[in-house]
């Protein structure tokens, strides 16, 4: 089972839609909690940092649920610039390595 | 822009070459780790340096070492290159403080083909 596991995607959708990602990750000792989005062969970049309270930032919204180990990410009135790839990211306790899932690739269409 | 650098940007090398891949943190930063990402895939931590000695290490052959230097900067080399490690590596610097690193920002890598 791999750590970190996502979606598949890839999710193609109309502008103005809302979509969301689900992610799960296994190792119940995992502190620190993130999406990153990664444009085509360009870098990560991260897009926010999750806590337990859940936290929005403009039309991004992102929860945790530690005790069924689950990270969501919604997406409101989707952009043609938010097509990307969206990785979700966590960071075990007494770690400093992140550990990626695979990533969901989002496409935002006219 | 994050501050960080790679060098080269790309790379094509055969079967059992060797390579040297090169990061420059960003101002302020202590901490540099490796990641390789193959395509398709998240980024895969290799290992990470801190005062220029390795900080942790993922589930990658000897064959892949490291360096850091007294600034920061860092290499990762690669020896007996096989068909499989075609990938980007990606670097990422941050800072650590007791124990816990804080954001990490990435280069934007360097591409690695090897025929």
Request: glycine share 8%; aromatic share 12%.
């Amino acid at each position: 089972r791999k750590e970190v596991e996502q979606d598949p995607g890839p999710f193609n959708v109309p502008e103005g839609a809302t979509v969301a990602f689900n992610c799960t990750y296994s190792n119940s000792a995992s502190q620190s909690f993130f999406w990153y989005r990664q444009d085509c062969r360009k870098e990560p970049k991260l897009l926010m940092s999750v806590y337990s309270s859940g936290n929005e930032d403009g039309r991004f919204t992102a929860q945790l649920n530690r005790a069924s180990q689950y990270i969501s990410l919604l997406i409101r009135d989707s952009k043609l610039s938010d097509s990307a790839t969206y990785l979700c990211v966590v960071n075990v306790k007494g770690y400093n390595k992140l550990i990626f899932g695979a990533g969901t690739r989002l496409a935002v269409h006219p | 822009e994050t501050g960080v650098t790679q060098s080269p940007t790309h790379l094509i090398k055969t079967r059992g070459q060797q390579v040297t891949l090169r990061c420059s943190s960003q101002s302020g930063h202590n901490t540099v780790s490796w990641y390789q990402q193959a395509l398709g895939q998240g980024p895969q931590f290799i290992f990470q340096y801190y005062r220029e000695e390795e900080n942790g290490r993922g589930n990658f052959p000897p064959r892949f070492s490291g360096l850091q230097f007294p600034n920061y900067s860092s290499e990762l080399n690669v020896n007996a290159l096989e068909l499989d490690d075609s990938a980007l590596y990606l670097c990422a610097s941050s800072f650590l403080r007791q124990g816990v690193s804080d954001e990490q920002f990435f280069g934007p890598g360097t591409r690695l083909t090897v025929l």
